[in-house]
Nanobody, 122 residues
């Protein structure tokens, strides 16, 4: 069993910054890609940013230049530094991790965090 626990959400004014964290724990052999997704009310969940184990990153066009994803492999943790926040960034942000678990076999599973609310409003 693997758990992802997010933290760092909250209320921020337009133009402000927030840093989200997501720590994975449990029966982890290693974690391949990690990422952040978000879901605004009435909309589908969308990709925000992903990062490979080696540090290659990918961003949604809407956040390029404002958000930075990073990870600490030793801590099984992924971060999302968000700057120049806009009201359109308001959403529940979810952490995702592709975790390799070794029992009698090797399997890769997709895990999600419970979500953290980010609200950008004056």
């Amino acid at each position: 069993q693997v758990q992802l626990v997010e933290s760092g959400g909250g209320l921020v004014q337009p133009g402000g910054s927030l840093r989200l964290s997501c720590a994975a724990s449990g029966r982890i052999f290693l974690i391949n890609a990690m990422g952040w997704y978000r879901q605004a009310p009435g909309k589908q969940r969308e990709l925000v940013a992903t990062i490979t184990r080696g540090g290659n990153t990918n961003y949604a066009d809407s956040v390029k230049g404002r958000f930075t994803i990073s990870r600490d492999n030793a801590k099984n943790t992924v971060y999302l530094q968000m700057s120049s926040l806009k009201p359109a960034d308001t959403a529940v942000y979810y952490c995702n991790a592709r975790v390799v678990v070794v029992t009698t076999e090797v399997h890769e599973y997709d895990y999600w965090g419970q979500g953290t609310q980010v609200t950008v409003s004056s």
